[in-house]
């Protein structure tokens, strides 16, 4: 079994940074890419960063491109994100996800099989 674990989140004030870790664990598993998600509360899960390993090519959501960091060790299955300049429309819980298989859409979160538990990002004003 792979499990996700991510950590880092809290709570900041807005313009304020936080750094999202993931890293995986159980069996040996090669991932084609790996990214995070968010959902906030009465919202549907949004795509935020994605990064695919073979490429190295990123991929941000417009709400967070300047903002927003993704990197990773593809060898480790890790993944973090940096977050600067945050903005309460940010608060959300954050998901570290990871997909198998090869995909012409890495921003949909339907590609990914593996996912975190989640951990909560609040920004205060």
């Known amino acids: 079994q792979v499990q996700l674990v991510e950590s880092g989140g809290g709570l900041v004030q807005a313009g304020g940074s936080l750094r999202l870790s993931c890293a995986a664990s159980?069996?040996?598993?090669?991932?084609?890419?790996m990214g995070w998600f968010r959902q906030a509360p009465g919202k549907e899960r949004e795509f935020v960063a994605v990064?695919?390993?073979?490429?190295?090519?990123?991929y941000y959501a417009d709400s967070v491109k300047g903002r927003f960091t993704i990197s990773g060790d593809n060898a480790k299955n890790t993944v973090y994100l940096q977050m600067n300049s945050l903005k309460p429309e940010d608060t959300a819980v954050y998901y570290c996800?990871?997909?198998?298989?090869?995909?012409?859409?890495?921003?949909?979160?339907?590609?990914?099989?593996?996912w975190g538990q989640g951990t909560q990002v609040t920004v205060s004003s």
């Open positions: 159980g069996r040996t598993f090669s991932s084609y890419g």
């Open positions: 996800a990871a997909r198998q298989y090869p995909t012409i859409v890495p921003t949909r979160w339907s590609n990914y099989n593996y």
């Open positions: 990064i695919t390993w073979s490429t190295g090519t990123t």
